[in-house]
């Protein structure tokens, strides 16, 4: 075959491969409608990281400019029910006349209902300004209107006017979201305080008077458990972050059993076995010394003989699996059952102290499938299971400051 000719066909082929390759791809990315629905949703989810604080001037600045994009108008302002808290829009006089949002979005914080500002309301003097009307909707948290959307166009139209609504929707949502994690983070730290509060007073009185026993005839067992019960208080009453490593957990509980076993002597004994590998794993604060302290309150306290509590912490992959065992008395299956759906006479007469507070900690933290799983049956025993994911989001351990050398 003539070069030439050979070179024309290579051509030929190179060309249809091409467009086939192009037919492919653009198949795989859908229809043009398909594309634009991407689009919206893309930048949608830029914006939502920034809402989920609230209504805030950082979280504003960081938002308005992807809620410009999805409207496509000149310009875009969020405000509160004070202030403007940012805006986007294109070079001066625009970003002059979107300062003026707290004013435009007035009547919107007082009604309650989207506004349109015609021509002579919003124009600019400017005859460059591509500022013509301006649609304001408003932002809302449950009932309450706390700000407001305000869109900045040439030209009002139904469309622009309901996806201004539809926006301002969605940012509300969002509002809404970030008020619905606050209010968790609230009752997490309220039920943690509940917890600190439940600290058995017996359990103080009884440690106290344990040490008390010592001090006499082995000063030096009483002065090294005075300061296991000082450590004890001090990390459990402690102020800060609402997680901690299990390595700080167990510590802890450590020094909870040290003192229990200087009351019940030979009649508790301890089984510890801990995987290197989930220590660091950050979980919610008191979350296993609690179900130790049921362990050895209700098995312990309502048996006869010898109890052990065994305490394991095994790396399941993606998780940790942390278990505590006795073998002491064990409760009644509905009882128990009760006290987790939040009767606390039923977990009083079952042995379930604690039980129902880590169970809706684990379970607001990481999700209903990491609840607490109880498995007893009178004189048969506890034993308590709960699974933690190695990492999650806005899980971080708080740092626990060491106690201060021993003086010698």
Known sequence: MDPTALLAVLAVLVALSGALYLIRHRRDLGTSADRATFDTLHTASLAAPALRSGLTAPGAERAVKHLRTLLGTAAVALT???????????PHPVHQHAACAPTDASRVLAEGRTVILSAREVACTSPECPVRVAVASPVVDGDAVVGALVAYGRESSAHLVRAVEEVARWVSAQVELASADAARTQLI??????LRAQISPHF???????IASFV????????????????????????GGEFATLSDELRNTERYLV??????????????????????????????????????????ENAAGVV??????????????????????????????????????????????GLANVDARLRQVYGDQYGLVVETAPDAGTKVTFRVPKFAPGVRAEPVRARPARPA
């Open 80 to 90: 509160d029910r004070e202030q403007l808290l940012a805006s986007d829009g294109e």
């Open 189 to 194: 730290e309220a039920e943690l305080r509940a």
């Open 204 to 210: 103080v009185y009884n440690s106290l008077s344990a």
């Open 216 to 239: 006499r005839t082995d000063p030096e067992r009483a002065r090294d458990l005075l300061l296991e019960f000082a450590d004890f208080t001090r990390y459990a009453l402690r102020r």
């Open 259 to 300: 003192l229990e076993q200087a009351r019940f002597g030979e009649r508790l004994r301890l089984s510890l076995r801990v995987a290197p590998e989930v220590l660091p794993i950050a979980v919610p604060f008191l979350v296993v010394q609690p179900l130790v302290e049921n362990a050895v309150r209700h098995g312990l």
């Open 308 to 353: 052990t509590v065994s305490i394991s912490a095994t790396d399941g992959g993606p998780v940790a699996v942390i278990c505590i065992e006795d073998d002491g008395a064990g409760a009644d299956p509905e009882l128990v059952r009760a006290a987790l759906g939040g009767d606390d006479a039923a977990g009083a007469r079952g042995g379930a102290v």
